[in-house]
Protein backbone atom coordinates (compact mmCIF):
# COMPACT_ATOMS: atom_id res chain seq x y z
CA UNK A 1 0.00 0.00 0.00
CA UNK A 2 2.72 2.60 0.68
CA UNK A 3 4.58 1.80 -2.10
CA UNK A 4 1.36 2.00 -4.43
CA UNK A 5 0.57 5.38 -2.64
CA UNK A 6 4.39 6.76 -3.93
CA UNK A 7 3.72 5.67 -7.12
CA UNK A 8 0.65 7.57 -7.34
CA UNK A 9 1.76 10.66 -5.83
CA UNK A 10 5.12 10.66 -7.71
CA UNK A 11 3.48 10.75 -11.32
CA UNK A 12 1.23 13.36 -10.28
CA UNK A 13 1.94 16.74 -11.23
CA UNK A 14 3.11 18.51 -8.17
CA UNK A 15 0.26 21.54 -8.09
CA UNK A 16 -2.36 18.15 -7.94
CA UNK A 17 -0.83 16.46 -5.69
CA UNK A 18 -3.13 15.49 -1.90
CA UNK A 19 -1.52 18.18 0.47
CA UNK A 20 -1.38 15.48 3.15
CA UNK A 21 -0.31 12.26 1.24
CA UNK A 22 -1.31 10.22 4.30
CA UNK A 23 -4.57 10.35 3.43
CA UNK A 24 -4.47 8.83 0.38
CA UNK A 25 -2.43 5.97 1.95
CA UNK A 26 -5.18 5.36 4.46
CA UNK A 27 -7.74 5.72 0.98
CA UNK A 28 -5.69 3.37 -0.71
CA UNK A 29 -5.08 0.99 2.54
CA UNK A 30 -9.37 1.37 3.21
CA UNK A 31 -9.79 -0.16 -0.44
CA UNK A 32 -7.56 -2.85 -0.46
CA UNK A 33 -8.32 -4.18 2.63
CA UNK A 34 -12.14 -4.49 1.13
CA UNK A 35 -10.59 -6.11 -1.78
CA UNK A 36 -12.03 -3.51 -3.97
CA UNK A 37 -8.35 -1.94 -5.41
CA UNK A 38 -8.91 -3.19 -9.05
CA UNK A 39 -5.96 -1.14 -10.41
CA UNK A 40 -2.23 -1.64 -11.34
CA UNK A 41 0.10 0.12 -8.79
CA UNK A 42 1.87 1.94 -11.41
CA UNK A 43 -1.51 3.81 -12.46
CA UNK A 44 -1.40 7.36 -12.65
CA UNK A 45 -3.79 9.85 -10.59
CA UNK A 46 -5.80 12.41 -11.87
CA UNK A 47 -7.36 15.19 -9.94
CA UNK A 48 -8.56 18.32 -10.28
CA UNK A 49 -9.65 19.38 -13.49
CA UNK A 50 -7.52 17.60 -14.93
CA UNK A 51 -8.55 15.56 -18.32
CA UNK A 52 -7.90 11.89 -17.38
CA UNK A 53 -6.06 10.32 -19.74
CA UNK A 54 -6.60 6.27 -21.07
CA UNK A 55 -6.33 4.29 -17.83
CA UNK A 56 -6.23 6.92 -15.35
CA UNK A 57 -7.71 6.75 -11.71
CA UNK A 58 -9.18 9.62 -11.18
CA UNK A 59 -9.62 11.20 -7.43
CA UNK A 60 -11.31 14.38 -6.76
CA UNK A 61 -8.82 16.46 -5.36
CA UNK A 62 -11.16 18.65 -3.01
CA UNK A 63 -12.79 15.39 -1.51
CA UNK A 64 -9.16 14.50 -0.90
CA UNK A 65 -7.78 17.74 0.88
CA UNK A 66 -8.14 17.38 4.61
CA UNK A 67 -10.40 18.98 6.92
CA UNK A 68 -9.64 20.14 10.88
CA UNK A 69 -6.03 22.23 11.22
CA UNK A 70 -3.83 22.67 8.16
CA UNK A 71 -0.62 20.21 8.11
CA UNK A 72 2.65 20.61 10.60
CA UNK A 73 5.62 19.49 8.29
CA UNK A 74 7.63 19.39 11.77
CA UNK A 75 5.20 16.87 13.49
CA UNK A 76 5.17 14.38 10.84
CA UNK A 77 1.99 15.48 8.82
CA UNK A 78 0.01 14.57 11.67
CA UNK A 79 -3.74 15.32 11.38
CA UNK A 80 -6.60 15.29 13.99
CA UNK A 81 -9.27 12.72 13.46
CA UNK A 82 -11.93 14.40 12.03
CA UNK A 83 -9.41 13.50 8.86
CA UNK A 84 -9.33 10.18 9.50
CA UNK A 85 -12.84 10.07 9.65
CA UNK A 86 -13.14 12.56 6.21
CA UNK A 87 -10.75 9.76 4.71
CA UNK A 88 -13.58 7.22 5.43
CA UNK A 89 -16.11 9.31 4.20
CA UNK A 90 -14.16 9.87 1.13
CA UNK A 91 -14.17 6.03 0.16
CA UNK A 92 -17.95 5.64 0.75
CA UNK A 93 -18.60 8.58 -1.58
CA UNK A 94 -16.59 7.15 -4.25
CA UNK A 95 -16.80 3.28 -4.23
CA UNK A 96 -20.30 3.47 -2.56
CA UNK A 97 -22.35 -0.43 -1.66
CA UNK A 98 -21.12 -3.24 -2.87
CA UNK A 99 -24.02 -5.41 -4.86
CA UNK A 100 -24.41 -8.31 -2.60
CA UNK A 101 -23.24 -11.86 -4.07
CA UNK A 102 -25.20 -13.63 -6.41
CA UNK A 103 -27.79 -9.97 -6.57
CA UNK A 104 -27.28 -8.62 -10.26
CA UNK A 105 -29.14 -5.76 -11.33
CA UNK A 106 -29.53 -5.03 -14.78
CA UNK A 107 -27.78 -1.38 -15.73
CA UNK A 108 -29.82 0.29 -18.31
CA UNK A 109 -27.75 3.13 -19.14
CA UNK A 110 -24.25 3.72 -18.72
CA UNK A 111 -21.29 5.20 -20.20
CA UNK A 112 -18.92 1.95 -19.83
CA UNK A 113 -16.92 2.80 -23.50
CA UNK A 114 -15.40 5.88 -21.60
CA UNK A 115 -13.62 3.99 -19.43
CA UNK A 116 -9.90 3.16 -20.84
CA UNK A 117 -9.63 -0.58 -18.49
CA UNK A 118 -13.71 -1.47 -19.53
CA UNK A 119 -12.71 -4.29 -21.26
CA UNK A 120 -10.36 -5.87 -18.43
CA UNK A 121 -13.08 -4.56 -15.40
CA UNK A 122 -16.56 -5.56 -16.99
CA UNK A 123 -16.27 -9.21 -15.90
CA UNK A 124 -15.85 -8.32 -11.77
CA UNK A 125 -18.72 -5.88 -12.19
CA UNK A 126 -21.83 -7.75 -10.10
CA UNK A 127 -24.15 -6.03 -12.61
CA UNK A 128 -26.70 -8.13 -15.33
CA UNK A 129 -26.46 -6.66 -18.60
CA UNK A 130 -25.59 -3.54 -19.47
CA UNK A 131 -27.05 -0.50 -22.12
CA UNK A 132 -23.60 1.22 -22.97
CA UNK A 133 -24.85 4.42 -24.52
CA UNK A 134 -23.01 5.88 -27.14
CA UNK A 135 -22.86 9.50 -26.98
CA UNK A 136 -21.11 10.93 -30.79
CA UNK A 137 -20.44 9.56 -33.67
CA UNK A 138 -16.09 9.15 -32.54
CA UNK A 139 -17.04 6.98 -29.45
CA UNK A 140 -19.45 4.42 -31.54
CA UNK A 141 -16.82 2.14 -32.01
CA UNK A 142 -15.59 2.00 -28.47
CA UNK A 143 -19.39 0.91 -27.75
CA UNK A 144 -19.25 -1.59 -30.93
CA UNK A 145 -15.44 -2.84 -29.47
CA UNK A 146 -16.81 -4.42 -26.16
CA UNK A 147 -19.92 -5.15 -27.48
CA UNK A 148 -18.13 -7.88 -29.69
CA UNK A 149 -15.78 -8.56 -26.54
CA UNK A 150 -18.67 -9.14 -24.45
CA UNK A 151 -21.78 -10.01 -26.75
CA UNK A 152 -24.21 -11.12 -23.65
CA UNK A 153 -23.79 -8.50 -20.99
CA UNK A 154 -23.09 -5.25 -23.22
CA UNK A 155 -26.50 -4.16 -25.10
CA UNK A 156 -24.36 -1.65 -27.87
CA UNK A 157 -26.24 2.07 -28.35
CA UNK A 158 -26.05 4.41 -30.73
CA UNK A 159 -26.98 8.21 -30.34
CA UNK A 160 -25.88 11.52 -30.26
CA UNK A 161 -25.95 13.46 -27.13
CA UNK A 162 -27.04 16.81 -26.68
CA UNK A 163 -23.91 17.82 -25.34
CA UNK A 164 -22.37 17.15 -28.85
CA UNK A 165 -25.07 18.45 -31.02
CA UNK A 166 -23.08 21.02 -32.33
CA UNK A 167 -20.80 18.66 -34.50
CA UNK A 168 -23.36 17.14 -35.71
CA UNK A 169 -25.06 18.91 -38.45
CA UNK A 170 -28.34 17.58 -40.51
CA UNK A 171 -28.22 19.44 -43.35
CA UNK A 172 -25.19 19.21 -45.45
CA UNK A 173 -23.57 22.49 -45.84
CA UNK A 174 -24.98 24.06 -42.37
CA UNK A 175 -22.25 25.64 -40.46
CA UNK A 176 -21.50 25.12 -36.91
CA UNK A 177 -22.38 29.17 -35.85
CA UNK A 178 -26.27 28.08 -37.39
CA UNK A 179 -26.74 25.17 -34.86
CA UNK A 180 -26.20 27.40 -31.73
CA UNK A 181 -26.92 30.16 -30.08
CA UNK A 182 -24.65 33.40 -28.27
CA UNK A 183 -25.23 36.11 -26.21
CA UNK A 184 -24.46 39.33 -28.19
CA UNK A 185 -21.18 40.02 -25.96
CA UNK A 186 -20.42 35.98 -24.65
CA UNK A 187 -16.72 35.93 -24.74
CA UNK A 188 -16.28 38.91 -27.05
CA UNK A 189 -17.87 36.94 -29.83
CA UNK A 190 -20.35 37.06 -32.03
CA UNK A 191 -22.48 34.24 -34.35
CA UNK A 192 -20.58 35.04 -37.58
CA UNK A 193 -16.82 35.36 -35.76
CA UNK A 194 -14.43 32.77 -37.34
CA UNK A 195 -13.60 32.20 -33.76
CA UNK A 196 -16.58 30.80 -33.07
CA UNK A 197 -17.19 28.63 -36.24
CA UNK A 198 -13.60 27.29 -35.95
CA UNK A 199 -14.80 26.32 -32.49
CA UNK A 200 -17.97 24.95 -33.52
CA UNK A 201 -16.95 22.84 -36.32
CA UNK A 202 -19.57 20.47 -37.08
CA UNK A 203 -19.20 17.32 -38.80
CA UNK A 204 -21.29 17.32 -42.45
CA UNK A 205 -24.09 14.85 -42.05
CA UNK A 206 -23.04 13.05 -44.70
CA UNK A 207 -20.30 11.85 -42.62
CA UNK A 208 -22.30 10.31 -39.34
CA UNK A 209 -26.46 9.83 -40.40
CA UNK A 210 -25.51 6.94 -42.71
CA UNK A 211 -23.19 5.54 -40.45
CA UNK A 212 -25.84 5.44 -37.46
CA UNK A 213 -27.79 4.02 -39.28
CA UNK A 214 -25.52 1.24 -40.50
CA UNK A 215 -24.28 0.36 -37.33
CA UNK A 216 -28.25 0.07 -35.98
CA UNK A 217 -28.98 -2.53 -38.76
CA UNK A 218 -25.00 -4.24 -38.12
CA UNK A 219 -26.38 -4.49 -34.30
CA UNK A 220 -29.65 -5.74 -34.67
CA UNK A 221 -29.84 -6.33 -30.56
CA UNK A 222 -28.97 -2.51 -30.63
CA UNK A 223 -30.38 0.96 -29.47
CA UNK A 224 -31.20 4.31 -30.37
CA UNK A 225 -29.35 6.29 -27.85
CA UNK A 226 -28.36 8.54 -26.15
CA UNK A 227 -30.15 11.73 -27.45
CA UNK A 228 -32.27 13.90 -26.52
CA UNK A 229 -32.84 17.84 -25.01
CA UNK A 230 -30.80 19.76 -23.04
CA UNK A 231 -31.29 23.47 -22.21
CA UNK A 232 -28.83 23.99 -19.44
CA UNK A 233 -25.36 22.54 -21.60
CA UNK A 234 -23.16 24.99 -22.79
CA UNK A 235 -20.56 24.21 -25.62
CA UNK A 236 -17.18 23.68 -23.61
CA UNK A 237 -14.93 26.79 -23.74
CA UNK A 238 -18.00 29.10 -24.51
CA UNK A 239 -21.17 30.51 -23.22
CA UNK A 240 -23.24 29.43 -26.49
CA UNK A 241 -25.67 26.69 -26.01
CA UNK A 242 -26.81 24.72 -28.99
CA UNK A 243 -30.06 25.94 -30.61
CA UNK A 244 -33.25 24.18 -29.60
CA UNK A 245 -34.41 23.87 -32.99
CA UNK A 246 -31.40 22.04 -33.88
CA UNK A 247 -31.83 19.88 -30.63
CA UNK A 248 -35.26 19.26 -31.77
CA UNK A 249 -34.89 18.36 -35.18
CA UNK A 250 -32.00 15.49 -34.11
CA UNK A 251 -34.97 13.88 -31.48
CA UNK A 252 -36.90 13.94 -34.59
CA UNK A 253 -34.32 12.48 -36.73
CA UNK A 254 -33.62 9.80 -34.03
CA UNK A 255 -37.34 9.01 -33.16
CA UNK A 256 -37.94 8.53 -37.17
CA UNK A 257 -34.78 5.90 -37.38
CA UNK A 258 -36.22 3.90 -34.20
CA UNK A 259 -39.81 3.86 -35.67
CA UNK A 260 -38.28 2.85 -39.27
CA UNK A 261 -36.00 0.00 -37.81
CA UNK A 262 -38.44 -0.91 -34.42
CA UNK A 263 -35.72 0.14 -31.67
CA UNK A 264 -36.01 1.18 -28.48
CA UNK A 265 -34.93 4.42 -27.24
CA UNK A 266 -32.87 6.41 -24.24
CA UNK A 267 -33.65 9.71 -24.55
CA UNK A 268 -32.08 12.64 -22.54
CA UNK A 269 -33.96 15.55 -21.10
CA UNK A 270 -32.84 18.86 -18.96
CA UNK A 271 -35.23 21.33 -18.77
CA UNK A 272 -37.18 20.64 -21.54
CA UNK A 273 -39.48 18.27 -20.63
CA UNK A 274 -42.66 20.42 -21.19
CA UNK A 275 -41.00 20.50 -25.21
CA UNK A 276 -40.19 17.15 -24.90
CA UNK A 277 -43.58 15.90 -24.03
CA UNK A 278 -45.35 17.82 -26.57
CA UNK A 279 -43.21 16.37 -29.30
CA UNK A 280 -43.99 13.26 -28.23
CA UNK A 281 -47.51 13.90 -27.94
CA UNK A 282 -48.04 15.28 -31.71
CA UNK A 283 -46.11 12.62 -33.74
CA UNK A 284 -48.78 10.11 -32.43
CA UNK A 285 -48.87 6.55 -31.81
CA UNK A 286 -47.97 5.69 -34.99
CA UNK A 287 -44.67 7.74 -35.54
CA UNK A 288 -43.01 6.34 -31.90
CA UNK A 289 -40.58 3.73 -31.01
CA UNK A 290 -41.66 0.83 -29.46
CA UNK A 291 -40.40 1.84 -26.10
CA UNK A 292 -38.99 4.97 -24.98
CA UNK A 293 -36.56 5.15 -21.73
CA UNK A 294 -36.85 8.43 -19.89
CA UNK A 295 -33.34 8.07 -18.88
CA UNK A 296 -32.39 9.84 -14.96
CA UNK A 297 -35.59 11.23 -15.17
CA UNK A 298 -35.83 14.49 -13.60
CA UNK A 299 -39.13 16.05 -14.34
CA UNK A 300 -42.24 16.52 -11.92
CA UNK A 301 -44.74 13.87 -10.54
CA UNK A 302 -46.85 15.28 -12.63
CA UNK A 303 -44.75 14.59 -15.80
CA UNK A 304 -45.05 11.22 -15.16
CA UNK A 305 -48.73 11.29 -15.64
CA UNK A 306 -48.83 13.52 -18.67
CA UNK A 307 -46.17 10.95 -20.31
CA UNK A 308 -47.92 7.72 -19.49
CA UNK A 309 -51.23 9.11 -20.06
CA UNK A 310 -51.36 11.96 -21.93
CA UNK A 311 -49.85 10.14 -25.07
CA UNK A 312 -52.49 9.39 -27.90
CA UNK A 313 -54.02 6.37 -28.57
CA UNK A 314 -52.29 4.35 -25.52
CA UNK A 315 -48.66 5.64 -26.37
CA UNK A 316 -48.17 6.07 -22.44
CA UNK A 317 -47.91 2.58 -21.92
CA UNK A 318 -44.39 2.73 -24.41
CA UNK A 319 -42.90 5.20 -21.51
CA UNK A 320 -40.30 3.92 -19.06
CA UNK A 321 -38.63 6.05 -16.49
CA UNK A 322 -35.22 5.36 -15.12
CA UNK A 323 -33.70 6.34 -12.41
CA UNK A 324 -29.82 6.94 -11.16
CA UNK A 325 -28.20 7.95 -8.05
CA UNK A 326 -25.25 10.15 -9.42
CA UNK A 327 -28.11 12.71 -11.19
CA UNK A 328 -30.84 11.59 -9.54
CA UNK A 329 -29.39 11.17 -5.97
CA UNK A 330 -28.59 15.00 -5.34
CA UNK A 331 -32.28 15.04 -3.90
CA UNK A 332 -33.37 12.21 -2.17
CA UNK A 333 -36.81 13.23 -1.07
CA UNK A 334 -37.60 14.30 -4.58
CA UNK A 335 -35.93 11.17 -6.17
CA UNK A 336 -38.54 8.80 -3.68
CA UNK A 337 -41.37 11.13 -4.78
CA UNK A 338 -40.84 10.49 -8.45
CA UNK A 339 -39.90 6.52 -7.76
CA UNK A 340 -43.03 6.26 -5.96
CA UNK A 341 -45.29 7.95 -8.89
CA UNK A 342 -43.53 5.45 -11.61
CA UNK A 343 -45.82 2.33 -12.21
CA UNK A 344 -44.39 -0.54 -11.22
CA UNK A 345 -43.92 -2.33 -14.54
CA UNK A 346 -42.41 0.86 -15.94
CA UNK A 347 -39.68 1.67 -13.50
CA UNK A 348 -35.77 1.14 -14.57
CA UNK A 349 -32.43 1.78 -13.17
CA UNK A 350 -29.37 2.83 -13.83
CA UNK A 351 -25.58 3.64 -12.98
CA UNK A 352 -25.43 6.27 -15.85
CA UNK A 353 -21.59 6.15 -14.84
CA UNK A 354 -18.49 6.06 -17.19
CA UNK A 355 -16.46 4.57 -14.57
CA UNK A 356 -16.39 0.81 -14.41
CA UNK A 357 -15.73 0.11 -11.07
CA UNK A 358 -18.17 2.75 -9.53
CA UNK A 359 -21.24 1.09 -11.02
CA UNK A 360 -21.83 -1.43 -8.75
CA UNK A 361 -21.80 0.65 -5.53
CA UNK A 362 -24.04 3.16 -8.02
CA UNK A 363 -26.75 0.47 -8.85
CA UNK A 364 -26.90 -1.19 -5.43
CA UNK A 365 -28.07 2.91 -3.75
CA UNK A 366 -30.54 2.87 -6.63
CA UNK A 367 -31.54 0.03 -5.69
CA UNK A 368 -31.99 0.73 -2.03
CA UNK A 369 -33.50 3.80 -2.78
CA UNK A 370 -36.51 1.71 -5.18
CA UNK A 371 -36.98 -0.56 -2.63
CA UNK A 372 -37.88 2.81 0.03
CA UNK A 373 -39.63 4.52 -2.21
CA UNK A 374 -42.15 1.16 -3.39
CA UNK A 375 -41.75 -0.12 0.00
CA UNK A 376 -40.34 -3.66 -1.05
CA UNK A 377 -37.44 -5.78 -0.47
CA UNK A 378 -34.34 -5.10 -1.99
CA UNK A 379 -34.66 -7.62 -3.64
CA UNK A 380 -37.94 -7.22 -5.16
CA UNK A 381 -36.81 -4.29 -5.99
CA UNK A 382 -34.05 -5.82 -8.22
CA UNK A 383 -35.62 -8.69 -9.64
CA UNK A 384 -38.98 -5.96 -10.80
CA UNK A 385 -36.27 -3.67 -12.50
CA UNK A 386 -34.93 -6.39 -13.73
CA UNK A 387 -37.93 -8.00 -15.70
CA UNK A 388 -39.02 -4.62 -16.74
CA UNK A 389 -35.59 -3.76 -18.76
CA UNK A 390 -35.89 -7.40 -20.38
CA UNK A 391 -39.68 -6.03 -21.37
CA UNK A 392 -38.34 -2.66 -22.47
CA UNK A 393 -36.00 -4.23 -24.80
CA UNK A 394 -38.60 -6.99 -26.44
CA UNK A 395 -41.02 -5.07 -27.12
Avoid at 113 to 121: E, K, P, S, T
Wanted: with cysteine.
Amino acid sequence: TTRLCRDWTRRAPSHTRPRHPSTLKLYARMRCCLGRLALPSTLPIVTGRQTPAAGAAVLPRRRLLTRGRRCNRRSGCMRRASDLRHAASTMRQMDGPTIPSGLEIADAHCHAQDDGNAAALLPRVHAGRMAVMGTRDDDWDAVSRLHAEYPEKVIPCFGVHPWFAHCHAIHPGSRAADLVDVPERADGMSRASPELSALLDSTPSCAWQPRLKSLLVQHPTALVGEFGLDRAAVVPGTKATVSLSHQLALVEMHLSLAVELQRPVSMHCVRAYGHMTELLRARGADKLPPAIMMHSYGGSVDGISQLTRGLPHGAGDRVYFSFSSVINGKNRDKLLARIAAVPDDRLLLESDQSFVHEMGGCLYSIAAAAAEAKGWPLEKAVHVANNNFEAFLNK
